[in-house]
């Protein structure tokens, strides 16, 4: 790692009844700018990027109830735009932050960039788990099946949207490219500068941290121009 710390803070979840902590990096030179991750115990590529760039604060965030709290549940949408955000900025001094998740959590983030819009700048989603059923059947045992297919056909078929500068990622070899080539194109219609990035690998951790460079950096360029 480079120059900087880590630390941990703390963060209560009233709309979950519930409190996680995030491990946070910032660098050694004073900065406003924070990416936000779920996953943060996996996303560990995330902490390298951000030692190279020197030039933005990190917060992994834990995930609790992963298969609940990212399946599109509005609880922990209001959560992270109302209550982990907020708290975050205000400790750290940042400005609105970029999003990120894989898989389901790049479903939750979307979702809470759309329901509370007003703090986020910018997404990285990869390999969103944005399922429909004329894509996605495999997937239809899932628990929490019936609320994302709901929630992904409200957006896909959405006018318009709370637009920031949004990149795509997927691997060219998983189940997911279908819906995420349908998400990036409504994102588009919905005036959201939106890039899908298809790469080589498939649905994995591996695959999702060798897309980080260069897609996240030429994304934090577009939220972060100055």
């Known amino acids: 790692m480079g120059a900087g710390r880590w630390r941990r803070i703390r963060l209560p979840l009233p709309a979950l009844r519930a409190t996680v902590?995030?491990?946070?990096?910032?660098?050694?030179?004073?900065?406003?700018?924070?990416?936000?991750?779920?996953?943060?115990?996996?996303?560990?590529?995330?902490?390298?990027?951000a030692a190279r760039a020197n030039r933005y604060h990190l917060a992994l965030l834990p995930a609790r109830e992963r298969n609940d709290w990212y399946s599109a549940c509005p609880a922990y949408a209001q959560a992270l735009g109302l209550e982990i955000l907020p708290r975050l900025r205000s400790r750290l001094g940042a400005r609105r932050a970029v999003g990120a998740g894989a898989s389901l959590g790049a479903l939750a983030m979307l979702h809470a960039q759309r329901t509370?819009?007003?703090?986020?700048?910018?997404?990285?989603?990869?390999?969103?788990?944005?399922?429909?059923?004329r894509h996605d059947r495999q997937e239809s045992g899932f628990i929490h099946w019936p609320r994302i297919i709901r929630?992904?056909?409200?957006?896909?078929?959405?006018?318009?949207?709370?637009?920031?500068?949004?990149?795509?990622?997927?691997?060219?070899?998983?189940?997911?490219?279908?819906?995420?080539?349908?998400?990036?194109?409504?994102?588009?219609?919905?005036?959201y500068p939106a890039v899908l990035a298809v790469g080589p690998g498939?649905?994995?951790?591996?695959?999702?941290?060798?897309a980080l460079d260069p897609h996240l950096t030429a994304l934090l360029s577009e939220a972060w121009p100055d």
């Open 21 to 49: 902590t995030a491990r946070v990096w910032s660098p050694a030179n004073d900065t406003d700018r924070l990416l936000i991750a779920h996953d943060g115990p996996d996303y560990q590529g995330l902490a390298e990027h």
């Open 116 to 133: 509370h819009p007003a703090g986020f700048a910018g997404l990285f989603l990869q390999s969103g788990s944005f399922f429909q059923p």
């Open 151 to 191: 929630y992904v056909r409200r957006v896909l078929t959405a006018p318009s949207g709370p637009a920031v500068p949004a990149t795509l990622t997927c691997g060219a070899a998983e189940e997911n490219l279908a819906n995420n080539r349908d998400m990036a194109d409504a994102l588009r219609v919905q005036g």
């Open 202 to 210: 498939g649905h994995d951790w591996a695959s999702w941290r060798n």
